[in-house]
């Protein structure tokens, strides 16, 4: 396994470096490692909407049950990855 040879501090350096559209790819290829994205997946969006809510595991369930989604520049910059990001949205736009 790729992941096995790193540390978690550089395999997370690693999942930072790719876009979640390739890390959706990487998923498909075992298990493991969609234990591991989906970890960081989880972790990536917990960060970007900390500044937002303070309470985002509440946030996340009201959007499951309202079937809505985050939408606008905050997904485009969730969809980047982080070493792209010259820029920080200020707001964040929702649509059900």
Known sequence: MLFNC??????ELVLLAISI????KLVATSK???VIV??????R???MLQPFFSNVQEFMAVLASTETVISGLQASHFMMP?????WASADMDMRS
């Open 82 to 86: 982080p070493y792209n990001h010259s």
């Open 45 to 47: 969006l917990t960060t």
């Open 38 to 43: 989906h970890c960081h997946i989880y972790d």
């Open 32 to 34: 493991a490692y969609y």
């Open 21 to 24: 559209p390739s890390l959706s």
């Open 6 to 11: 790193l540390s978690s501090e550089d395999m």
